[in-house]
């Protein structure tokens, strides 16, 4: 099939919120290319730092490690897979849907939790199948990333089917409202 992005004819697929199917290479660069203008707007990650992912055996934490490492070269800043280490900042493995099923919880909770300490959510903006085609597409190992809430995200499943951009828009409104940071 031809890829929307560079319109060559490649094995493509179709994940995620794009409107047509795209190659690996591309939807690699898409994802990347997402994570790094959230991570660029929200000043997630500072130069000359020392940032610490926590690796809890993932395909969200691989993806992120390996994402991170990207950017953190660019910025001159040193990634330490590691529970223990210190850091001046804190990536955890964690996406777009644990973000939601979270959100929304909240929101249906009486005594909503209060969040805890900032820590900084790399793949945020991306979802749990986009992480699985992208970890499948680089060869990273990694057990599947659990729900937030699993009553939740069932019922985000079945909202997808006539909406298949409810979580991406979801975001974006807790984002307005201030509730997801
Ligand atoms: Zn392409």
Redesign the pocket.
Same mark, same amino acid.
């Given at each position: 099939m031809k /890829?929307i %992005? /560079?319109?060559?004819i %490649?094995q493509?697929s179709q994940v995620g919120p794009f409107p047509g199917p795209? /190659?690996n290479? /591309?939807f690699v660069k898409l994802i990347e290319k997402r994570v790094r203008k959230d991570v660029r707007v929200h000043k997630r990650l500072k130069p000359n730092s020392k940032i610490r992912v926590i690796d809890d055996g993932s395909q969200t934490a691989a993806v992120t490690i390996f994402l991170t490492k990207r950017i953190a070269n660019e910025i001159r800043s040193e990634v330490i897979v590691d529970f223990d280490a210190e850091c001046d900042i804190l990536v955890i493995p964690w996406n777009l849907d644990q973000e939601v099923e979270m959100q929304l919880q909240k929101m249906f909770a009486k005594n909503p939790k209060e969040c805890k300490k900032k820590e900084v959510k790399l793949l945020k903006t991306v979802s749990k199948e986009e992480i699985l085609h992208f970890a499948k597409l680089k060869g990273f190992e990694g057990k599947k990333t659990k729900s937030y809430n699993k009553e939740i995200a069932e019922l985000l499943l079945d909202l997808e089917k006539d909406h298949p951009e409810i979580k991406y828009s979801l975001l974006k409104s807790f984002e307005k409202l201030g509730l997801s940071l």
């Open positions: /890829c %992005k /560079c319109n060559r %490649k493509t795209l /190659c290479s /591309c």
